[in-house]
C-alpha cells in the first residue's frame, strides 16, 4: 500500500476569502472546484507527511499545517505586503530551518519553512 496524498481539509465559511488567501500567497491554483470544495494545488508532486508533536519548536504552539516554500523570505514578503498578521518569526531554527508563522482567515495557525541549505 502506498499513501498518494494526504490533503488538509480547511473549514471556511468564505471558500472565496480562504482561496484567495492560499493562492496568492503561495501561488497555488484551483485543480477542483464543486461550489462547496475547493482544492488548490502546486504544479509539483508533494510528499505526504503528518507531523504529530507535543510544541511547535522553539516555544511554539503547534502549527495546524505547515507549508514548506523554496524561499520563505518570498512568502514572508509577501504575507506583510498583504497585511497579514506575523504571528511568530522569520527565525532561523536550530534544527536547520527559517521559518515564519501567520494565521489563516479562518484561525489556523500555518508554519511556513525552508530548509537550510
Known amino acids: 500500500m502506498t499513501v498518494?496524498?494526504?490533503v488538509p481539509n480547511v473549514a471556511a465559511a468564505s471558500i472565496e476569502e480562504?482561496?484567495?488567501f492560499y493562492s496568492e500567497l503561495f501561488d497555488l491554483d484551483i485543480v477542483m472546484d464543486h461550489g462547496w470544495i475547493v482544492t488548490l494545488a502546486s504544479d509539483r508532486r508533494a510528499i505526504a507527511q503528518i507531523g504529530i508533536a507535543t510544541e511547535g519548536g522553539s516555544g511554539t504552539a503547534v502549527?495546524?499545517?505547515s507549508i514548506e516554500v523554496d524561499d520563505v523570505?518570498?512568502?514572508h514578503q509577501r504575507a506583510v505586503t498583504g497585511g497579514h498578521?506575523?504571528?511568530y518569526g522569520p527565525a532561523d531554527e536550530p534544527w536547520g530551518v527559517r521559518r515564519f508563522f501567520i494565521r489563516d482567515p479562518t484561525g489556523k495557525l500555518?508554519?511556513?519553512l525552508a530548509h537550510a541549505g
Open 4 to 6: 498518494l496524498r494526504i
Open 85 to 87: 498578521q506575523i504571528v
Open 18 to 20: 480562504v482561496r484567495n
Open 73 to 75: 523570505d518570498e512568502v
Open 63 to 65: 502549527p495546524d499545517i
Open 110 to 112: 500555518l508554519n511556513i
